[in-house]
């Protein structure tokens, strides 16, 4: 229950989120930023902790990843993490998948970080390229046919549907004019000789194949509000503040049940002197986070692409002490934050894949 009684207890700053006069600005949240908050205000930085026991952050570089889909065309893409509400894999597809796909289990959020190519579905194909997304509901027939063999995709899997929410006051054209998104338009695929085509579909976490005489794309014409769809990073436009860092859940562009989808993408930085630019410390209470860095910079510096990191809920993270120094140093010289980062965020927690946690938790 969120409340509009606020208590204030010894030395704090006027305001959340700006002139901390050297407190370390931590924010303790229910419900993802959305539920009740406190800001604890502390002496030492609160991500400075040793973890052990497999409790901890774990990050891993997704552009060196073996995945199934990298060596063999039959592969698939590596999962990463997971719980009872969807998958976090990485696809590293290097050749057009010999077959089609049917994921009965769940949606479908691919992220194009490298390559370009094609998505055929059976509403018509979808070209792809880096920062992409492709939305591909649940049952779908489709398959990934790349341009080369150097492809990156962040794919996640969602048992519940995913949805655009609902951005409320802000009108129809923010963040995103929905005009901008791309959806397919039909094209019958003819068959190339071959006797049977194979759909491998996914049911109960097992994989099965059905096959047709024919290509499956055989679509001439559809109606209705259930597509697939893709809408690239550079048509969305940033929600602002001048005078405070926005919590995170302001960039929200999916939701399903138990998960939603955000991303920090290219903006002015916060122009009030005093103003903190960084995120505040934080131990997101009912979320766990998984960010993955497309690219960009943060203050001029760049940022290492293809790094995904999971932070557990419950566990301080944020960018350390001397980040937020450096910003407050250099509030009159820099004037954009420029960074390209999706993160996922959880409910339940996530499991990580056993042979990625082999190599023990890190340090905050």
Known sequence: MKSFVHWNRGRTPRQAHRDLDGLKDDELGRQGFQGRTAQLYRRHDPTRFRSAEGYGPHDLDAGTLETGDHADPRGTPRRVYWNADCRVAVSRRSAP?????????????????????QFE????????????YLVVPKAVTYRVVPDSADNLFLLLESVGELQVPDYGLLGRHAPFDPTLLRVPE?????GDGREEWEVVVRHGGELSSIFYPWNPCDVEGWKGDLFPFALN???WNPILSDGVHLPPTVHQFLVADGLM?????????????GAERVPQYHRNADYDEVAFYHGGSFLGHPLPKGLMALSPQGLHHGAPERVREYAREKHDEISRVDWEIIAIDTARPLHVDPELRAGGPSSG
């Not at 009965?104 to 691919?110: A, F, N, P, R, Y």
């Not at 509403?123 to 390229?129: D, S």
């Open 233 to 235: 990073i550079r048509d």
């Open 121 to 132: 579905t059976e509403f018509g194909p979808l070209r792809y390229e880096p920062g992409d």
């Open 261 to 273: 989808v955000c991303h920090f993408l290219p903006r002015p930085a916060e122009g009030r002197k």
């Open 186 to 190: 039909p094209e019958v695929l003819e």
């Open 97 to 117: 998948m010999p077959f089609y796909c049917r994921n009965v289990d769940g949606d479908e959020m691919w992220f194009v970080h490298r390559g370009t190519g």
